[in-house]
T-cell receptor, first 112, second 112 residues
Framework: NAGVTQTPKFQVLKTGQSMTLQCAQD?????MYWYRQDPGMGLRLIYY???????DKGEVPNGYNVSRLNKREFSLRLESAAPSQTSVYFC???????????FGPGTRLTVL | GENVEQHPSTLSVQEGDSAVIKCTYS??????FPWYKQELGKRPQLIID?????GEKKDQRIAVTLNKTAKHFSLHITETQPEDSAVYFC???????????FGTGTRLTIIP
């Protein structure tokens, strides 16, 4: 039982390049989330998916797109990376009941 | 929407002393309040949570208190140890709400 996994762990992009961050969970959770974490700003929600086939914007969705590929997988895509998107990205999942979110190990992204 | 404020942003305590971190929330409908610990370079992990039908919850050296009238909740760590050094995040939501609202975090440093 790996919990929530993310790939890659580190990535360096040039401005204007695109990339997709991958997230998968093996806990049979319905809800999945993408956050970004910047110094002094805590965790900010980018997008979330309450169930397979649905996605919704969070607090900071501009410049990102998401795909809920199936119940296990939720990807985050940067179509044209900008230096302002330099951050640590965390994926999380949540089952029903106690509303606890479980986080993946994070992806450290640098955009030059 | 919900707004969560967290204080202090940094906290240093001598090993063995107690540490207290405080959060206030704005939405009176919130009824679930988790606390996450994030060690350097690691993912946030749930350490304790409380629901609005109780005023206090303890788990060994950590405890959380909730004052619904004043809309604030606090994390208490007693007999602090070096491994307690980390960033702590509070959060708030209500059951059925897909989103957690996080505070901006407290960097706790335990001085040996």
């Amino acid at each position: 039982n790996a919990g929530v996994t993310q790939t890659p762990k580190f990535q360096v992009l040039k401005t204007g390049q695109s990339m997709t961050l991958q997230c998968a969970q093996d806990m049979n959770h319905n809800s999945m989330y993408w956050y970004r974490q910047d110094p002094g700003m805590g965790l900010r929600l980018i997008y979330y998916s309450a169930s397979e086939g649905t996605t919704d914007k969070g607090e900071v969705p501009n410049g990102y797109n998401v795909s809920r590929l199936n119940k296990r997988e939720f990807s985050l895509r940067l179509e044209s990376a900008a230096p302002s998107q330099t951050s640590v990205y965390f994926c999380a999942s949540r089952g029903g009941g106690p509303d606890t979110q479980y986080f993946g190990p994070g992806t450290r992204l640098t955009v030059l | 929407g919900e707004n969560v404020e967290q204080h202090p942003s940094t906290l240093s305590v001598q090993e063995g002393d107690s540490a207290v971190i405080k959060c206030t929330y704005s939405d009176s409908a919130s009824n679930y309040f988790p606390w996450y610990k994030q060690e350097l370079g690691k993912r946030p992990q749930l350490i304790i949570d409380i629901r609005s039908n109780v005023g206090e919850k303890k788990d060994q050296r950590i405890a959380v208190t909730l004052n619904k009238t004043a809309k604030h909740f606090s994390l208490h760590i007693t007999e602090t140890q070096p491994e307690d050094s980390a960033v702590y995040f509070c959060a708030a939501t209500n059951f059925g709400n897909e989103k957690l609202t996080f505070g901006t975090g407290t960097r706790l440093t335990i001085i040996p």
